[in-house]
């Protein structure tokens, strides 16, 4: 019995072997179309491929299938001095590679099936050169042979050189990697470098090699090819030909010759990889490229050369979605520079770029060297939606950081309309000594938004915003914008700032209309001592505020904020805004302040600035002395509430000067440049005199100084008001009449245009009227607007059609006043 089960266990053994080799050899093939076929030999579970025609230093092989199994090997044993094996597969069956391929000497292996190649858990290379595995229908030579997997030859010709090209038609296959999703073992967010797992079953070639991928349809699941210090190429292709040119580091795909492309899929937290000592790069060329779940295309460079970049062209649309299941991994096109030498760039181009959940395109720095830029050009749309389900304050983002002493990268993003969305960002951050990346976006279209959802959940978050911004010693970049459109929503945020010790960057936006509607645009340097003790930045910030500059058509404010302000101990910046028409409404500011140094300088040029229950602001607090304003505007009308103000606490005030034609400002707004405890600042109005008939008449009134008399002479030993003659024009027609103060609007111009015909018009600033008619009258419409009439005080329900020439002084000072040392002119 036991003899007999001896037996049996040997026979078990010898058929399980001829089983697996039957299945082994049965998965690899010649066709027997060559002058010298292809050898197949089986050495245990390994398929030894000998022969083939050999054509100077090219060898080639056909088979009628190739197939690797799990756990088997395919060994092209060929001579060492062979620099291209290129193997076709002529029959009907997909190539599924789950073991090993191997090669000797550095020669260089194209495996071209065009029915489609799957490369399974457990599917390894071990070759010495680079390694193309296509779809392709044909590979081309530089003399014009074509060694073809469609209609394969039965001779070559003597003069076969070099491969220049893979030649696909329609209806090609598609190649799949699979994995396990563990190339990367640390999170791919916080502030140390991305940890690789190099011990991670995956596709990968010798360094500074080429790994390519071409076929129609791309698809990694889970999968981890790696070239280190070389270079990946993903491509796409449905037809056309791709060119080959050598590189020193293996080859170089061209896609000029292409018609059209396919997709390129990456989920499941696969990995993409060409780290090292050395410069790699990555090329995913495709129609819609998408990468989810975690997944990651990286460049690590551990060394100190420059580094190259990773390139993204989708020519319809690229997609970065979501994190890993767990949410340690978010997917990401990333370069990092942990050495001396420079972090690599990256560039997108594409119609459509979505990143949402998370997800994020850009570069870190850890070292000395300067961080890659980020180039993105997205001809249709950019779309950055919400942040990570698994954490409120990771993004969707755009972004270049560094953490040490070297300079963050710049991004440059250009596009027909740009959307950031509940925690979309374009940002560059400094969390070490050295300086934030500049930001510049060219768009036709900008939204900054946060739906009300969000901000009524109650919940922390981190809005949409654009911003280059610096934590620590660091100076943060500059950031220009240039659009058509440019909306700034609730909570959005545009500025460029430090909590540090270093600088902010200047703020330069140009486009035709803006509108801020409870969002902020600022240069300001920031006093947070919960962030400054987390990142263990400097507690005194000395930085100077940096500058705003805006010039538009149209600059509209909604309970919006536009802001050079300082809170630490330095002065406040330069804030400069030139547009046709400027409106301020519902508690919206226009402010240079600071905590304690000197208040900052503002500079308003317009056709026309509304104000309503708004303010224009240059105020220092503490020692500071107060900041200067500056406007220049054909018109300027004030209503419920406002205030222009230039003041101190205990430094001087600043200084006011108001150009203008015509000014109209409402009972309860004050224009102010004083000081609580110094020494008040100068307010000075110059009101345009467009009559000059009416000047001549009193050519004496213009060289006096005019006097500040009480309201009514009676009462003059009450408190008065102080008021300011706001030009010649505005004096009494007779010395002997005194000022009247009936008239809460002081005017000495031509008839104003209602405000909606005004914007419909938008008149040049210099633009002169032909003909000049004095108003005799006016009156305030349901919309708040001033509507000057040719004949005096006609009805209306929001107009004071009795005037009266006095009103009783009280105890209350007067709610409409122009204080500071009052210049007449």
Not at 132 to 161: C, H, R, W
Not at 205 to 224: C, E, M, R
Not at 445 to 463: A, F, H, K, M, R
Not at 666 to 693: H, L
Request: aromatic share 4%.
């Amino acid at each position: 019995m036991k003899l007999s089960t001896g037996l049996w266990g040997v026979k078990s053994s010898v058929l399980f072997c001829l089983l697996v080799s039957s299945s082994v050899v049965a998965q690899v093939a010649p066709d027997k179309t060559l002058p010298d076929n292809s050898l197949i030999t089986n050495q245990a579970n390994s398929i030894v491929i000998e022969g083939g025609s050999v054509n100077n230093s090219n060898l080639f092989h056909s088979f009628q299938k190739f197939s690797v199994p799990t756990g088997g090997t395919a060994f092209f044993n060929n001579d060492v001095g062979i620099q291209n094996i290129i193997a076709r597969v002529t029959g009907g069956s997909i190539s599924n590679i789950d073991g090993l391929i191997r090669t000797n000497g550095t020669a260089n292996l194209f495996l071209i099936n065009r029915n489609g190649i799957i490369f399974g858990q457990n599917a390894r290379l071990n070759i010495g050169g680079s390694f193309f595995a296509t779809t392709a229908s044909s590979i081309k030579f530089a003399d014009g042979f074509e060694f073809s997997a469609m209609n394969p030859q039965t001779t070559l010709l003597l003069t076969v050189s070099v491969p220049i090209g893979l030649q696909f038609t329609s209806n090609s296959g598609a190649i799949e990697v699979q994995g396990t999703g563990k190339g990367l073992v640390a999170p791919s967010r916080g502030n140390v470098p991305i940890t690789r797992n190099l011990d991670a079953t995956h596709l990968t070639v010798q360094p500074t090699k080429t790994l390519a991928l071409i076929g129609s349809n791309i698809t990694l699941k889970g999968g981890t090819i790696t070239a280190e210090e070389g270079r990946i190429e993903l491509g796409s292709v449905s037809s056309g030909v791709i060119s080959l040119n050598p590189t020193s580091q293996g080859w170089a795909l061209g896609y000029e010759g292409v018609s059209s492309f396919k997709d390129i899929n990456l989920s499941q937290q696969s990995l993409v990889d060409t780290s090292g000592n050395r410069g790699g790069s990555i090329v995913l060329q495709g129609k819609e490229i998408s990468l989810s779940d975690g997944s990651a295309a990286l460049i690590q460079n551990q060394g100190a050369q420059s580094w190259e970049s990773i390139k993204v062209n989708a020519f319809e649309s690229l997609h970065l979605s979501g994190t890993s299941a767990d949410g340690n991994f978010v997917t990401l096109l990333r370069t990092e520079s942990i050495g001396s030498g420079n972090g690599g760039n990256i560039d997108v181009s594409t119609k459509h770029l979505l990143i949402e959940g998370g997800a994020l395109i850009g570069n870190r720095n850890y070292g000395i060297a300067e961080g890659g830029n980020v180039n993105v050009n997205s001809s249709k749309s950019i779309e950055l939606l919400g942040f990570s389900t698994f954490n409120p304050f990771a993004p969707s983002e755009i972004v270049t950081s560094n953490l040490t002493s070297g300079k963050s990268g710049n991004i440059t993003v250009s596009t027909e309309q740009l959307l950031a969305q509940d925690g979309g960002q374009i940002t560059s951050i400094s969390l070490g000594s050295g300086v934030a990346g500049d930001i510049t976006i060219n768009a036709n279209s900008i939204q900054l938004l946060n739906s009300t959802e969000l901000i009524n959940s109650g919940n922390d978050y981190t809005p949409s915003l654009l911003s280059s911004v610096a934590f620590s010693g660091g100076n943060a970049g500059n950031l220009i914008i240039n659009a058509s459109k440019f909306v700034v929503g609730e909570q959005a945020t545009v500025n460029t700032s430090t909590i540090g010790s270093g600088l902010p960057g200047f703020v330069t936006i140009n486009a035709s209309d803006i509108e801020i509607n409870g969002g902020d645009i600022s240069s300001a340097v920031v006093s947070e001592q919960d962030d400054q003790q987390l990142i263990a930045a400097p507690s005194e910030q000395n930085g100077t505020s940096g500058q705003i500059t805006i010039n538009a058509e149209s600059l509209k404010l909604t309970q919006g904020i536009i802001s050079v302000r300082n809170q630490g101990t330095s002065e406040a910046g330069t804030l400069r805004v030139n547009s046709r028409f400027i409106s301020l409404n519902n508690k919206s500011s226009i402010n240079a302040s600071t905590a304690s140094g000197e208040g900052g300088d503002i500079f308003l040029t317009s056709g026309y600035l509304r104000l309503r229950d708004s303010s224009i602001t240059a105020t220092a607090g503490n020692n500071g002395n107060g900041g200067n304003i500056r406007i220049a505007t054909n018109i300027i009308t004030a209503t419920d509430n406002n205030a222009i103000t230039a003041n101190a606490f205990r430094g001087r005030g600043g200084n006011i000067r108001i150009d203008t034609k015509g000014l109209f400002v409402s009972p309860d707004t004050q224009i102010t440049a004083s000081s609580e405890r110094g020494i008040n600042g100068t307010v000075e109005i110059n009101v345009q005199d467009r009559n000059p008939s009416q000047t001549k008449v009193q050519p004496e009134a213009i060289a006096q100084t005019p006097e500040v008399v009480p309201v009514c002479q009676g009462d003059s030993g009450g408190v008065a008001s102080t008021f300011v003659n706001t030009g010649a024009g505005g004096l009494a027609t007779s010395s002997d009449n005194q000022l009247d103060n009936s008239s809460t609007w002081q005017r000495n111009s031509n008839p104003v245009q209602a405000i909606d015909d005004w914007e419909q018009s938008k008149p040049s600033n210099t633009e002169e009227p032909i003909e000049i008619v004095e108003a005799q009258g006016w009156i305030l419409n349901a919309d708040g607007d001033v509507v000057l009439t040719a004949q005096a005080d006609p009805p209306s329900p929001y107009a004071e059609v009795s005037p009266s020439r006095c009103h009783k002084l009280s105890s209350t000072p007067p709610v409409s006043s122009i204080t500071g040392a009052v210049r007449l002119k």
